[in-house]
């Protein structure tokens, strides 16, 4: 069966019968223990990396609703609240933006909030498309300076620059043969 626990400590009694019979009552004192889950905590159980108020490494075409059931999943006393790049709620199945952010309340109480950066994209719209290899194209070449936040989903493979095997990388990742 199941129990309402109204207060912050609940005596309860169980019966227990054996097979012969008698019976036997236990007496149990159920204490509520305040969830004390943190961001971090909350964080470290996803497949994702955070440097200070940055989440990268989030996967291209990563929806908005399976990332934060993932969330819930292991926190379901969390608040999680997905915006785009122009600040707007992401529902359903939107996808994760490069420029977007994340905002997690904690059971615990504290809230931190998280610019999105999806890996190859550097133009905010969560796919991975020839106008990305363009922008990774001209970063290296000089002609366009990406902000740090694109500069970020440019950097493919974590070495913290953008460089020619970030431009491959990208270009792969359109043409089918890796997956980012």
Not at 90 to 110: F, H, N, R, Y
Not at 155 to 177: A, C, E, M, Y
């Amino acid at each position: 069966g199941s129990l309402n626990l109204t207060q912050e400590q609940t005596e309860h009694q169980i019966i227990v019968t054996a097979e012969n019979g008698s019976t036997r009552t236990y007496r149990i004192t159920i204490i509520k223990v305040k969830d004390t889950t943190t961001v971090e905590d909350i964080i470290n159980k996803l497949s994702v990396k955070v440097n200070g108020n940055i989440m990268n490494h989030i996967s291209p075409d990563t929806r908005a609703t399976p990332l934060k059931q993932s969330i819930l999943k292991n926190s379901p006393n969390a608040q999680v609240t997905i915006y785009n790049k122009n600040g707007s709620v992401i529902e359903g199945g939107g996808l994760i933006e490069t420029g977007g952010s994340i905002k997690i309340i904690a059971p615990s109480g504290e809230t931190k909030t998280f610019t999105t950066v999806v890996t190859g994209d550097t133009n905010g719209d969560g796919t991975i498309t020839i106008l990305d290899l363009l922008r990774v194209q001209k970063q290296i070449l000089g002609s366009t300076t990406l902000n740090s936040v694109d500069i970020k989903g440019a950097d493919t493979n974590g070495d913290n620059k953008v460089d020619l095997l970030d431009l491959l990388r990208v270009q792969k990742h359109i043409l089918g043969s890796i997956k980012l």
